[in-house]
């Protein structure tokens, strides 16, 4: 399996350059009710051809988290036994999966815990310019309570977030310039959480 994800360059240029980055954030920020008051006729179609610009870096940046997802979590999560995930239907409606939350903040996908009643893994991977690319993780039972809490010695590759979430360590799996990123790390750092919430 491979542990190099090779970004789209539309993902590439939106993560290495900030003039990119700030021209795709206003156009996805525009209310298509009217266009910009500024706008002149003759230049309706250059508006136009970037917001198809804008809404295809959108897409390749959730391609690219699907593939990533895949290469951190898939094969992990079915050699450890975590093959039944959550369907949309039974997620809690503040968490329910949306294109604003991908594009916001992460791809989060949740699993039931084997050998456990009413308990989940929740999954997740985001893509930044800071950080590059980035894994969660958290489990929880139904009382709430976080499964990973104790474990702050035994986790060497993930650092506590907000909210019960760990986060792999920073600069794990940078962006590079060719739009390459190795997540070798992520992948051991996935290994290493799901080995010890099967104990």
């Known amino acids: 399996m491979s542990q190099t994800l090779t970004l789209p360059a539309s993902v590439r240029d939106y993560m290495l350059k900030p003039g990119v980055r700030t021209a795709v954030d206003h156009l996805l920020e525009q ?28 897409r390749d940046y959730v391609a690219s988290l699907h ?4 290469m951190i979590w898939k094969e992990v999560l079915v050699s450890e036994g975590y093959v039944r995930e959550v369907p949309f239907a039974d997620y809690y409606q503040e968490a329910l999966p949306a294109p604003k939350m991908i594009w916001d903040d992460a791809l989060y996908r949740f699993y039931s815990l084997p050998g456990r009643k009413d308990a989940w893994l929740y999954t997740a991977v985001a893509l930044t310019p ?39 360590k920073r600069g794990a799996a940078k962006v590079h310039s060719d739009g390459v990123v190795d997540v070798s790390a992520l992948i051991t750092a996935a290994r290493e959480v799901l080995s010890i919430l099967r104990i």
């Open 31 to 58: 209310k298509q009710d009217h266009f910009p008051i500024d706008l002149q006729w003759e230049s309706m179609l250059d508006y136009h051809d970037g917001l198809l610009m804008a809404a295809k870096v959108r």
């Open 67 to 70: 593939s990533a997802w895949g």
């Open 130 to 168: 800071s950080d590059g690319l980035v894994a969660y993780i958290a489990a929880e039972d139904e009382s709430e309570k976080n499964l990973l809490a104790e474990d702050i010695v035994r986790l060497q590759c993930w650092i506590p977030d907000e909210a019960d979430y760990w986060r792999s």
